[in-house]
């Protein structure tokens, strides 16, 4: 492929994000002060200033109106009806049509009023307004984001009406089109549900956030500190690019962008230093995929996982960042490995490091940015105990004074350029100059993890102080460098200070188009989910599916989310799969006696859903990494996923061992012995799939590779052969262990019973009982009360709306027997023979590669 053409393609698929028209005049004035309107409006919305005011203040459903009103007007004016139409002027009808969608949009609140009197009972105009409302945004899903979004969404509204046709076992009662409407359209159960609210909220803002810290310059400076760090060792050009590529998940939710962004410097560098292209865009691929999943910003997904699980963001942050940090430093250690296949030396420093810059070598993003949230809490954390009132005061000043400070620091040496890709590069950028050039860009995230950790406000006003952080480095760090340089044209570094913030404000809503589309159109599936009632069918049919086996329930999940997220967005595919099936995973767990937590559930989906972008043979990320690389996209595709395995198999060992997510960690012992487990078990199983330890593998050292990573991964399995973590007791002995728990405990016992359709069930259940009164009264809690008979123990009465009803009790059914938890050794003393194995399986694979490189190639 020549170089044109590579142009050519990464450019289709960036325009595939924002659109590709080719406008001026008054139609380009329109798709600059569109976008530019609604980040204004987000940022208002977002702000305390209506409050203060009492004046254009939004409830949050009428705040929805106004986004999806946006988000389609720019889909069908910025995105044409075919491809062929790219960088052609925008027709008539167009126009029309992104009028109408908007104007749909906007009729809930222009009628708020009068809709909110006939709730239920639409009238025609109503309807009508609904259903053209619902087949733009279907056609607006289509020009943004292509066809498969569109037809899932398709598929799901003919499900709506064809209930009584379908089979049996996924059959309902239908809907009319006037009740399909109302409930998608004219309620918040569907297109404007939950979704589209955390885009409104969340979403938009942590999106404006980072098209401002790219316009400033902080793209450019991760690439550039990442490379000088790591650049000098086996590989370094492809550790930068891993690290740099994290860094650049505080700017980018999308896999497309950040390949876009880290892959024009960091793939021809990893193809001059000997990774070969397929490899140098492979690299690529699984670190920008992973960009997603790197915290304090991790993509759209995340913000929902607040809504559906019912947690804090900071919550969100603490059960992700385990797995995303053991995920890099296996990317990282998975390049070394190809190093070393290949024989590869770093690139030349200009003056020998000193210890701390050998040491920062070592250092990844996520070690860095947990101590800088460390660092925010526990050092700065104090301020808000000693000021009080006036913390607000304290902290802008101190951000001020270290913002001047870092400023001044940094006018000190060159401005960072970016680098051409194709100029040969004989030696590393310094560290210490490299670093201290952009360390004001850190701030912004400093407020981001003051306002969720310190202040625990809402995700929506710490992304907007952050984001005001943010637009105030814009405006002033030109102006700023030019004071501090002596430089006279202090009036020119103004406007180009307000140059940049008004194209960030303009980009950072041109990139929310597709989004903000997506999580409307996803709204349309779970609305059906509601209307429906498929939720409750869906149990019955994975279990009939997967035969009651967890694993394969488990692999037919990631199956969905894999194969829908090759043409849906992580966010749509994430909303999709995660309303289907995040309920029934939890159910069937727990009718098998795993308690699964929702958190591990839906991280499970969201870490699937961005597996996809390099899944062949559609993944998007791949394409992009390929055309900048010059490779075939589907080998590239290929060998992005064989380096992701590891982040694959991630989400199946922290569904077993929620440890993995910092889960009923309850010591600093305890914190320390499951990171270096987990850390363990990710090196070593990078090593098994890579084929390469020290020296080339055998395949019998490949298998004892992989049952050790096991054990570090899940040693309980091993325990539990050795100590049962359960004796199970006879039902008659209910009360005396209930009397034997403590507060807040939970009561495991297997019951059999016939379901209303006959079906014989027999099945684990897991119910919290009440803290006070005797045994029958925290019985009661849970909702049961028992008859004793000869033949056994069976359910008397069950409490409506109890946790026994919610687990599919029903009356009659008999308690088989009891399941009490055992005290027993902790199961990570597992980790003492994982250890010992993996040493003399160390001692002799060293010595077997040393004595094969010493034979000569005919006897080898």
């Known amino acids: 492929m020549s170089e044109r053409q590579d142009d050519e393609k990464i450019k289709e698929l960036l325009d595939s994000e924002t659109g590709g028209r080719g406008v001026s005049g008054i139609a380009a004035t329109i798709l600059i002060i569109v976008p530019l309107c609604w980040s204004l409006f987000q940022l208002w919305i977002a702000s305390p200033l209506p409050f203060s005011f009492n004046f254009g203040v939004f409830t949050e459903d009428e705040a929805k109106t106004v986004h999806l009103g946006f988000a389609v007007f720019l889909a069908f004016s910025a995105f044409p009806m075919l491809k062929s139409q790219r960088g052609k002027a925008i027709p008539f009808y167009d126009w029309g049509l992104a009028l109408l969608a908007a104007a749909s949009a906007m009729y809930l609140l222009v009628f708020k009023d009068d809709l909110a009197t006939r709730a239920g009972a639409p009238i025609t105009q109503d309807v009508v307004v609904a259903v053209i409302g619902m087949v733009l945004l279907l056609e607006a899903t289509r020009r943004a984001l292509g066809l498969p979004l569109m ?290 860009f850190l701030l912004p995230v400093v407020v981001l993890v003051w306002m969720l950790a310190v202040e625990q406000l809402s995700p929506a006003l710490s992304a907007f102080w952050a984001t005001i952080c943010m637009i105030f480095i814009v405006l002033t760090q030109r102006p700023l460098f030019a004071l501090f340089r002596g430089e006279l044209n202090l009036a020119e570094r103004v406007r180009e200070g307000f140059g940049d913030c008004f194209h960030a404000l303009v980009s950072g809503a041109q990139n929310m188009i597709g989004i903000g589309v997506a999580t409307a159109t996803a709204g349309i599936v779970v609305g059906t989910v509601t209307l429906t009632g498929i939720g409750l069918v869906m149990t019955e049919f994975v279990e009939f599916i997967s035969g009651g086996n967890m694993m394969l329930m488990l692999i037919f999940t990631a199956g969905i989310s894999l194969i829908l997220g090759m043409g849906l967005p992580t966010t749509a595919n994430y909303i999709v799969v995660s309303t289907l099936m995040a309920p029934v995973i939890v159910t069937l767990g727990a009718q098998h006696g795993l308690i699964v937590p929702l958190i591990a559930v839906h991280l499970f989906v969201f ?169 029958a009264e925290r019985l009661y809690h849970a909702g049961l009360e028992l008859r004793f008979e000869d033949q056994g123990v069976f359910v008397d009465n069950l409490v409506f709306g109890s946790e026994a009803e919610k687990a599919r009790i029903d009356f009659d059914w008999q308690i088989k027997s009891l399941q009490q938890q055992l005290s027993r050794p902790p199961k990570e003393l597992m980790y003492i023979p994982a250890l010992l194995f993996l040493f003399v399986l160390g001692y002799f694979h060293r010595r077997r590669g040393q004595a094969e490189e010493k034979l000569t190639p005919s006897e080898a």
Do not use: C
Not at 359 to 377: D, E
Not at 607 to 634: C, E, K, N, Q
Not at 641 to 646: A, G, M, P
């Open 607 to 775: 870490y699937f859903g961005i597996l996809a972008d390099d899944t062949p043979p559609v993944g998007l990320a791949a394409y992009a990494a390929a055309a900048i690389s010059g490779a075939d996209p589907i080998r590239t595709g290929v060998q992005g996923f064989t380096y992701d395995i590891r982040t694959a198999v991630l989400p199946f060992m922290f569904i077993f061992n929620t440890q993995l997510l910092l889960i009923g960690i309850d010591s600093v012992l305890e914190l320390i012995v499951t990171v270096f487990g987990a850390i363990s078990g990710m090196l070593v199983f990078a090593a098994a799939t890579q084929g390469y330890w020290m020296y080339k593998t055998r395949w019998w050292e490949l298998i004892a590779l992989l049952l050790i990573a096991f054990t570090f991964f899940r040693p309980g399995f091993w325990w539990d052969e050795i100590y049962p973590p359960f004796k199970n007791v006879p039902a008659s002995e209910i009360f005396n262990v209930i009397d034997e728990l403590p507060d807040q405990s939970k009561l495991t016992m297997i019951v059999e019973g016939e379901t209303l359709v006959g079906k014989h069930v027999v099945k684990h259940v897991i119910l919290p009982v009440g803290d006070d009164g005797d045994a």
């Open 151 to 440: 037809i899932v969404a398709l598929v799901f509204l003919v499900y709506t009406f064809a209930g009584p046709h379908m089979p049996e076992v996924i059959a309902h009662k239908g809907a009319s089109l006037s009740k399909a409407m109302s409930h998608q359209w004219l309620s918040t159960e569907g297109v404007f549900g939950i979704a589209l609210g955390v885009s409104t909220s969340f979403v938009f803002l942590f999106v404006l956030f980072g098209a401002l810290l790219e316009k400033a310059g902080a793209g450019n400076y991760f690439i550039k500190v990442a490379f000088s760090l790591l650049g000098h060792m086996r590989g370094g050009p492809a550790k930068a690019a891993v690290v740099s590529s994290g860094l650049s998940g505080l700017i980018s939710g999308s896999s497309i962008a950040n390949v876009v962004t880290t892959g024009t410097f960091t793939i021809p560098l990893m193809k001059r230093v000997g990774f070969p292209a397929t490899k140098a865009g492979a690299v690529e691929v699984a670190a920008s995929t992973n960009g997603q999943l790197t915290p304090p910003i991790m993509g759209a997904a995340a913000f929902l996982m607040v809504e559906y699980v019912g947690i804090s963001y900071l919550e969100v942050i603490k059960h992700a960042i385990l797995p995303a940090l053991i995920s890099y430093v296996a990317l990282v250690y998975i390049v070394h490995l190809e190093a070393l296949k290949l024989k590869m030396k770093g690139i030349q420093r200009k003056n020998r490091p000193t210890a701390a810059q050998r040491l920062l070598s070592f250092s990844t993003v996520f070690i860095g940015m947990m101590l800088l949230t460390a660092i925010v809490y526990y050092g700065f954390g104090w301020i808000k105990t000693v000021a009080g009132d006036f913390t607000w005061l304290a902290a802008s000043t101190a951000f001020l004074v270290a913002y001047i400070g870092l400023v001044k620091l940094a006018s000190s040496y060159p401005d960072l350029e970016v680098d051409d890709p194709d100029e040969e590069v004989t030696s590393l950028p310094e560290v210490g100059p490299t670093v201290k050039a952009g360390l004001h």
